[in-house]
């Protein structure tokens, strides 16, 4: 049965829009795991747009399921993450002008990079994830470099705007599933999922992991964090 972990980023957006205290992400994260998430994630980018390094450490102490930390492969995120320690961390692509990340980790580009940084975190008793596209490529240097996990960037399948382009992405989807199980890899998958195509990924079977955010937290806004987040809970693990 496959595991939610809840990210909760855009409640931080919410209260850094005006500078204030509220909304509350550590609150949320703890309202997430009452409803059963799995786990919570958080993004601390490095333009501190939204998730602070106080989320960060307080999160660390106060959740009870497992903190996934997703940060930009910078010697900063680093020396953060060994001194925190979260469950998992997940390397991902970072530009400051986006509005959200826009593509997977190019592992074969960067991975003389990325070897000493994974050595570093695994060193340190972390679980490391790199957020990939769905491409064979990036999974074997994924694997080659000692990583525990990737977790598939489902973007593409999501922005599809034809049933025709949805399953070319989803078949790219699922043969890079079997492709990182077939080299042990834990295999997560996230972004762009919600309540409407969530589903037709978790029928491939083969994911340990999904991690989404701005669909649950936009439907909490309507009706409730613990709400939202069993209604996903149930949609991922009910395939």
């Not at 790199?130 to 490529?137: S, T």
């Not at 491939?204 to 909490?220: D, P």
């Not at 069993?230 to 949609?235: G, I, Y």
């Given at each position: 049965m496959?595991?939610?972990g809840v ?13 204030v205290?509220?909304p ?5 994260a703890?309202?997430?795991e009452?409803a059963?998430?799995d786990?919570?994630?958080v993004h601390l980018r490095?333009?501190?747009r939204h998730i ?17 930390l997703e940060?930009?492969?910078t010697?900063?995120?680093v020396?953060i993450?060994l001194k925190?320690l ?9 530009k400051?002008e ?8 190019d592992?074969?580009r ?17 679980t ?6 769905p491409d064979l490529?990036?999974i074997?240097a ?7 996990c990737?977790e598939?960037h489902t973007?593409?399948y999501?922005?599809?705007h034809t049933a025709?382009?949805r399953?070319?992405?989803l ?6 599933i079997?492709?990182g199980?077939k080299?042990?890899?834990g295999v ?7 309540y409407?195509?969530v ?8 994911v340990?992991?999904f991690?989404?955010?701005h669909s649950?937290v936009s439907?909490?806004?309507l009706?409730g964090m613990?709400?939202a987040?069993a209604e996903?809970?149930?949609?991922v693990r009910?395939a």
């Amino acid at each position: 049965m496959a595991r939610l972990g809840v990210n909760i980023d855009h409640v931080a957006t919410v209260r850094q829009a005006r500078g204030v205290a509220e909304p509350d992400p550590v609150t949320a994260a703890s309202l997430a795991e009452l409803a059963g998430a799995d786990g919570i994630t958080v993004h601390l980018r490095e333009d501190r747009r939204h998730i602070q390094d106080r989320d960060v450490e307080l999160l660390r102490k106060t959740v009870k399921t497992r903190l996934n930390l997703e940060m930009a492969a910078t010697d900063e995120m680093v020396g953060i993450a060994l001194k925190l320690l979260p469950d998992c961390v997940t390397l991902v692509p970072e530009k400051r002008e986006e509005l959200t990340t826009e593509g997977g980790l190019d592992v074969v580009r960067y991975r003389s990079a990325l070897k000493g940084q994974i050595e570093l975190l695994r060193q340190g008793g972390i679980t490391v994830s790199l957020f990939i596209d769905p491409d064979l490529e990036q999974i074997k240097a994924s694997h080659r470099l000692g990583a525990d996990c990737i977790e598939i960037h489902t973007g593409a399948y999501c922005e599809a705007h034809t049933a025709a382009a949805r399953r070319s992405e989803l078949a790219k989807i699922e043969v890079a599933i079997r492709a990182g199980r077939k080299l042990a890899l834990g295999v997560n998958a996230g972004h762009g999922l919600n309540y409407q195509n969530v589903r037709e990924v978790a029928a491939l079977g083969g994911v340990e992991e999904f991690n989404i955010g701005h669909s649950i937290v936009s439907r909490a806004v309507l009706v409730g964090m613990e709400r939202a987040v069993a209604e996903m809970a149930a949609l991922v693990r009910g395939a």
